[in-house]
């Protein structure tokens, strides 16, 4: 067996097609989509958020994953080393993509322990005690519990990868993948039967949250607040599809050569965009029939303020429906950190030619320390900082601002610039369509990567960074 072959087998490797897809959705599937969607789509006119997001899954996302994908796959190496090997001198890049994953993972582990925390209450009958006003802020600036569920969320996580790629992350994101998928469907089907009478004698129906979820409102619509719109969905689709964070790129280094890339690529689209939309079907109508429009006000601290609320005020059935929904928010959470621990893990495995034990015995050592300065940022580390972007932050916003406000688009630009105008997208073109296969939107793709890709990019940048206000 030749050196190259000896080092791929070590890496490991998706089985299949079918492996693949589901291992990449549940990467995409995450906290972006169950948590962040729902909000941004209520706070930027509903269906007008939706139709735009639609249309930047087909041309910005796509272009973004292909391109992931597709250098993963042709240098079978981790984001670390997988850009060097594109191109001697542009090797910084896969330093940046494997800084991204790394800022990332303690805190999304810390948020995913405040999940675990919150079906822990669902699954013992005391939903309604999440509920009540400041439970959330006592929960998240206690001392201790904080940690011992982020501890305990991580631990979860860190087996799977523990267990490598075809036994730890392929077949647990097969199992969790169509069970999560069900679930979500269920409740959204569910949301739209509701029906409450609130204190004024007002009825509100499921269906009128539906209405306002897909229905675009074009009310005071100004050229200002379309590009608001624009960056606000830009943003959440680096979230959903996990590109720039070097996860794509570790993924498709896994990936078989006769495996058919873009007929795998379009599944993944199907798949994230579907449970986005769902997750939005089963939040939006939910909180506007029992809470009317405005609480869809509560932003980020929708899914820990608003919905217990809202579980409690359905009763027992709201027991049901919170300890379900807070299920399928964990299983989509672990299957995204876990893609999250992969990036770091296959990139000491590549660089450093580490075994995975150790690799990730490093990662998690890390991971543990820095979780818990991020837990005890609500608490004996509490600050606040002003940032660029104006918002005020403290450990865990911070860690989340540099990773996904600045190093996020930086490193998706600088990957369109070194694709697009030095090595050139035939070198893409040629990976996608090896074994023969058609590559359906190349020409749409070349233009996306060389020209508007990169302009999106640098405004956005430019906005996160606080120089261009919308």
């Not at 993972?105 to 309604?128: E, R």
């Not at 569920?149 to 523990?162: D, E, Q, S």
């Not at 893990?345 to 543990?368: E, G, H, N, P, Q």
Request: some cysteine; charged content about 15%; glycine content about 10%.
């Amino acid at each position: 067996m030749s050196e190259k072959k000896e080092k791929t087998a070590k890496r490991g490797s998706f089985t299949g097609q079918l492996g693949f897809i589901m291992a990449a959705a549940g990467s995409a599937v995450g906290l972006g989509n169950i948590w962040r969607f729902p909000y941004l789509a209520a706070k930027n006119g509903g269906g007008t958020f939706l139709l735009i997001y639609l249309i930047l899954v087909v041309t910005f996302g796509f272009t973004l994953l292909t391109t992931e994908i597709a250098i993963g796959r042709k240098t079978k190496q981790s984001p670390l080393t997988a850009y060097k090997n594109v191109h001697e001198k542009w090797g910084g890049i896969g330093i940046l993509a494997c800084l991204v994953p790394t800022i990332i993972l303690p805190y999304y582990c810390s948020i995913g322990g405040w999940v675990l925390k919150y079906l822990s209450v669902f699954v013992t009958g005391q939903g309604t005690a999440a509920a009540e006003d400041g439970y959330f802020t006592s929960y998240i600036t206690s001392n201790t519990e904080p940690i011992v569920w982020m501890l305990i969320y991580f631990g979860i996580t860190a087996l799977i990868v523990f267990f490598g790629v075809e036994k730890g992350i392929e077949k647990f994101s097969k199992v969790l993948m169509p069970i999560l998928l069900v679930m979500i469907v269920a409740i959204a089907i569910y949301s739209l039967t509701l029906k409450h009478t609130d204190a004024s004698g007002e009825t509100r129906t499921g269906l009128q949250g539906l209405a306002v979820y897909l229905i675009p409102d074009f009310t005071g619509m100004t050229v200002k607040k379309f590009f608001m719109i624009l960056m606000d969905a830009m943003g959440q689709l680096f979230f959903s599809i996990s590109v720039a964070m070097g996860i794509m790129v570790a993924y498709g280094s896994y990936v078989p050569k006769d495996t058919n890339l873009i007929k795998s690529i379009n599944r993944i689209e199907i798949f994230d965009t579907a449970v986005a939309f769902l997750a939005g079907l089963m939040v939006i109508p939910t909180v506007v029939a029992f809470t009317g429009v405005d609480g869809m006000s509560q932003g980020p601290g929708l899914m820990f303020v608003s919905l217990p609320k809202v579980f409690a005020s359905m009763g027992t059935v709201g027991q049901i429906i919170g300890f379900v929904f807070f299920l399928i928010v964990s299983f989509a959470a672990i299957t995204s950190s876990v893609s999250v621990m992969e990036a770091i893990v296959s990139s000491l495995m590549d660089k450093f030619r580490f075994s995975r034990r150790r690799s990730a015995v490093i990662v998690a050592v890390y991971t543990a320390i820095v979780g818990v300065i991020v837990c005890m940022g609500y608490n004996r580390l509490y600050f606040e900082l002003t940032l660029p972007n104006g918002s005020t932050g403290q450990v865990l916003d911070i860690l989340d601002y540099i990773s996904n406000n600045v190093l996020m688009p930086v490193v998706a630009l600088l990957t369109c610039l070194l694709i697009g105008w030095v090595v050139k997208p035939d070198y893409i073109i040629e990976e996608v369509t090896q074994g023969k296969y058609k590559f359906g939107r190349k020409g749409l793709y070349v233009v996306m990567i060389k020209f508007i890709v990169p302009i999106l990019l640098f405004v956005l940048l430019l906005q996160s960074l606080g120089i261009v206000k919308l």
